[in-house]
């Protein structure tokens, strides 16, 4: 069995961004009922668009 290891939570900045109410509502729509808060889904959507950014660079 591995050693426990206590998990780091990565530093974080507060920032105040404007959605469109339609964006705001159809994020909603696609957490509800899972384990997911706006913020974590916004966040995932921003580095996949950041990795596609990256890759279509090269």
């Known amino acids: ?6 998990p780091s939570v990565p ?4 920032k105040t ?3 469109p109410n ?3 509502e159809a ?3 696609e957490i509800k009922g899972k ?3 706006f ?5 995932a959507a921003v580095r ?3 990795d596609e950014l990256e890759n279509n660079d090269t």
């Open 27 to 29: 994020v909603e729509e």
């Open 17 to 19: 961004i404007r959605f």
């Open 48 to 50: 996949m668009a950041l």
């Open 35 to 37: 384990d997911c808060t």
């Open 11 to 14: 530093p974080t900045t507060n």
């Open 22 to 24: 339609d964006v705001i």
């Open 39 to 43: 913020s974590a889904f916004v966040i």
């Open 1 to 6: 069995m591995g050693k426990f290891k206590i």
